[in-house]
């Protein structure tokens, strides 16, 4: 560990201490970490797999197909990732009561596997570790609606209503989901310390929430490998390893 990297993680400690309300807000770089490909890299696999934007989705059958063919060949690549240290150390935070709950815009449900209830997650973009009907919002598991779908070659409809069913993650052109806004709303007005740990913060209205905290008149501490364009305006950047930062905490 460099001397630099050493002073930031006792500053960002002592921020934490000093804080009565820590906000989490975590995005894609913290579970590079476990392995889960990051979406903007040139070479992510993202990119040969593109989710069907929702309009789509909801209009055609053989859309529908291939957003399935494409969920599947993702939930492959990263099948056994684990929580990084980063999760872990944000479940730590969580734990001692540092920090209610923490906003994300990850759908892998690693902060849950880092032992978060659901409660303690606040999810803005939806959970791709299962599924959900679009009409009548029953909860499907993936193991069932892969079974059907690679022994027939269409997904199943839903057990309940028969409606459409999709991974519940929120895909290009699906409204935001209303209770995790509100709840991060509530949270980013309460907090007087923002910890944003591995996002780019371009992603809108998603990355909204950081920029209102510290507007707000909290504190804003920015963790990831690359600049964001709110660098400027907080108040600690550490651009290092997440789990570089993050292990000081776990316990």
């Known amino acids: 560990m460099t001397e630099n990297l050493a002073a930031s993680i006792?500053?960002?400690?002592?921020?934490?201490?000093?804080?009565?309300?820590?906000?989490?807000?975590?995005?894609?770089?913290?579970?590079?970490?476990?392995?889960?490909?990051?979406?903007?890299?040139?070479?992510?696999?993202?990119?040969?797999?593109?989710?069907?934007?929702?309009?789509?989705?909801?209009?055609?059958?053989?859309?529908?197909?291939?957003?399935?063919?494409?969920?599947?060949?993702?939930?492959?690549?990263?099948?056994?990732?684990?929580?990084?240290?980063?999760?872990?150390?944000?479940?730590?935070?969580?734990?001692?009561?540092?920090?209610?709950?923490?906003?994300?815009?990850?759908?892998?449900?690693?902060?849950?596997?880092?032992?978060?209830?659901?409660?303690?997650?606040?999810?803005?973009?939806?959970?791709?570790?299962?599924a959900k009907c679009l009409s009548c919002e029953r909860r499907h598991e993936l193991f069932w609606i892969r079974c059907h779908f690679e022994a027939v070659g269409e997904p199943p409809e839903c057990t309940n209503c028969g409606g459409i069913l999709k991974s519940a993650t929120i895909s290009f052109g699906q409204p935001m989901p209303e209770g995790p806004m509100r709840q991060a709303q509530k949270l980013i007005s309460s907090c007087d310390l923002c910890l944003v740990v591995g996002s780019s913060l371009v992603v809108y209205p998603a990355a909204a929430f950081p920029a209102f905290a510290k507007e707000n008149g909290a504190q804003l501490v920015i963790i990831n490998r690359e600049p964001t364009p709110l660098d400027e305006m907080a108040d600690l950047v550490i651009r290092a390893e997440i789990g570089n930062v993050l292990t000081a905490f776990v316990s």
């Open 10 to 130: 006792a500053a960002l400690q002592e921020m934490i201490q000093d804080a009565r309300i820590v906000a989490g807000f975590t995005g894609a770089g913290i579970s590079t970490e476990s392995g889960v490909p990051d979406f903007r890299s040139p070479d992510s696999p993202w990119m040969r797999n593109k989710p069907i934007p929702f309009e789509h989705f909801i209009h055609s059958a053989e859309a529908r197909r291939e957003a399935w063919r494409r969920k599947f060949v993702m939930d492959d690549l990263y099948r056994h990732a684990k929580p990084s240290q980063g999760h872990l150390g944000i479940a730590s935070l969580i734990s001692a009561g540092r920090m209610p709950a923490v906003i994300t815009q990850n759908i892998d449900g690693l902060h849950q596997a880092s032992g978060l209830s659901d409660e303690q997650v606040i999810e803005l973009h939806g959970n791709g570790t299962y």
